[in-house]
């Protein structure tokens, strides 16, 4: 996180931030306090695929499901 801000900060570069990241009040803070302009997830995304509307839905963000989806869920159950 250090490095991320300090890029940041000194050059204007954008960065993104990543490494035990696991909370969606977490990502908000990093973002919030420009520490880093984008988080990002590994071994959390992995095990749960859903986990940026699951953290949207934690932070009160209304997201749009991809199209995909909603088709998917608009069928009926068998
Ligand atoms: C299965 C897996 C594959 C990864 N592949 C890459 C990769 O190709 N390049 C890379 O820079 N980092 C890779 N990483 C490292 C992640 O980008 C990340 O730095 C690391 O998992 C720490 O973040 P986390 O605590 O959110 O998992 C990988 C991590 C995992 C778990």
Do not use: K
């Amino acid at each position: 996180m250090a490095f991320s801000e300090a890029i940041r900060r000194r050059s204007g570069i954008r960065t993104a931030a990543v490494g035990l990241i696991s909370t969606s009040v977490e990502a908000n803070r990093i973002v919030q306090s420009d520490q880093a302009d984008l988080v990002m997830f590994g071994r959390a995304y992995l095990a749960d695929p859903y986990l940026p509307r699951r953290f949207a839905q934690e932070l009160g963000v209304d997201v749009q499901w991809p199209n995909q989806i909603t088709r998917e869920r608009a069928r009926p159950t068998r």
